[in-house]
């Protein structure tokens, strides 16, 4: 058994761009409890009191209106590999019948209640009991059915009072430390806590429910103020429903705590990309590069500010860093493409947008920027006119790439369709009014 004995499994992930730790939630997701079939039909031949789902969740809520103090138990019974969904195994059965046993055997000592939230999945209340105490229940259950049998159970632990919950909560919580104690594999027991609610907050997080995890982290950083993680995972949420304000309150907290915490120092940095300032942005992107010079997301976002601030020197060492942490990236060879052209590296800009559109098929800018590119180097023109057309059919509402459709058009003497894309590309915003007067005129003279 493993009471938060180690620190559960975290992987740095993004959300648009953000940056964040957020819990592996595999094992919660792997996990073997399935619907058994007939099941309950068992147990309740067994023990024909035994109250399920709802109606044990009501009863317990109701018998524990006036108890101060209590400890509430989610004990989820551990099936075998070779257990199929069905529970075709009669073993199977009968081991849900010992667990139940061994629950009645308790709550009759402890003058607790016990029933089934779901099958596979039970659910205990012992009145005058904390979590320290319910825990030691929890390893008497375990060792109990250690004497009789090879089944295990892993069980979640919570105890009230605890912050803003409410005696309806605990068995929802429950459960959520019961999810807690997963990642230690079968046979664990973990007490609820912060930790619990950092998990929770990651599954709503993953499902789309921000708010939701919004609430759950508030809830994990009133019982852990300190979980950088939780900070961080709160400010992202903020950040992703626009609240620019309270995500920076998070980082800096953040950075506050941990001043080597580069993922803040990166998040803070993208928060004041997405408000349009730019420099600030470009110092934290540094200060995270500065802490860990090995992230993809870090080097390219310092590359991309220096090359829209046209310092093309310092631009290209980040870029090709960021390249060569994520090869796979369509985004980094397009801009590796413009800066090289913008440089005059006709060559390597034609190898990188060449690699964008590998990646990245749709990816119309690569695509015109190379078009234009190919036919500087007097490439062959169905090749080069095929590129503009592409990236115009991608994107029919950007007027450079119509623009530079127009270009070849009217360099291979077709003026009716470059000037119907100098048209367009003016319609879409782009200055084409030179180039309009000039094709009418040709055609006039004709």
Not at 132 to 146: C, F, H, N, V
Not at 308 to 313: H, M, N, P, Q, V
Request: hydrophobic share 40%.
């Amino acid at each position: 058994m493993a009471n938060n004995a180690k620190a559960v499994f975290q992987s740095r992930g993004s959300a648009r761009n953000f940056l964040l730790s957020k819990t592996d939630t595999g094992p919660i997701k792997d996990i073997k409890r399935k619907k058994a079939a007939g099941v309950n039909e068992v147990l309740q031949s067994v023990f024909p009191n035994m109250l399920v789902g709802r109606d044990f969740i009501d009863h317990a809520v109701q018998h524990l209106d006036s108890i101060a103090q209590f400890a509430a138990l989610a004990v989820g019974v551990d099936q075998n590999q070779q257990e199929d969904q069905k529970y075709s195994n009669p073993d199977a059965l009968d081991r849900h019948v010992e667990v139940a046993g061994i629950l009645k055997m308790i709550c009759r000592e402890k003058n607790g209640l016990w029933g089934v939230l779901e099958p596979g999945l039970f659910g205990s209340i012992f009145p005058e009991i904390n979590g320290s105490e319910g825990l030691e229940l929890a390893r008497d259950i375990q060792d109990r059915l250690a004497a009789k049998s090879e089944q295990t159970v892993t069980i979640g632990i919570v105890s009230f009072p605890i912050i803003t919950f409410g005696k309806s909560d605990m068995i929802d919580n429950a459960r959520k430390a019961l999810d807690h104690a997963t990642f230690f594999g079968p046979g664990s027991a973990v007490v609820f806590d912060g930790v619990s609610l950092n998990i929770s907050g990651d599954k709503l997080y993953e499902n789309g429910n921000l708010q939701g995890a919004i609430d759950e982290y508030k809830r994990a950083l009133e019982m852990d103020p300190s979980n950088i993680n939780v900070h961080n995972s709160l400010g992202v949420c903020y950040g992703l429903q626009c609240e620019y304000e309270s995500a920076l309150e998070e980082f800096k907290k953040v950075a506050s705590l941990d001043p080597g915490e580069y993922m803040a120092m990166f998040n803070l940095g993208l928060v004041h990309t997405l408000r349009g300032q730019p420099e600030k942005a470009l110092k934290f992107f540094l200060k995270a590069d500065n802490i860990n010079g090995d992230v993809y997301e870090v080097a390219f976002q310092c590359g991309k500010l220096y090359f829209e601030s046209g310092d093309l020197t310092k631009a290209k060492p980040f870029l090709e860093r960021a390249s060569k942490l994520d090869p796979e990236s369509a985004m980094v060879y397009r801009y590796l493409g413009d800066c090289y052209a913008a440089d005059n590296l006709t060559q390597d800009a034609i190898s990188a947008y060449k690699k964008a559109i590998k990646h990245n098929p749709n990816d119309a800018a690569s695509m015109s920027a190379l078009g234009c590119l190919l036919d500087d180097q007097d490439e062959n023109p169905e090749i080069t006119l095929m590129f503009c057309q592409e990236s115009v059919g991608l994107s029919p509402e950007n007027g450079l790439f119509r623009s530079r459709l127009a270009r070849l058009y009217f360099k291979q003497n077709r003026l009716d369709d470059a000037l119907e894309e100098y048209k367009k590309a003016e319609q879409f915003g782009y200055d084409a009014a030179g180039d309009i007067q000039e094709i009418e005129s040709r055609l006039v003279a004709k």
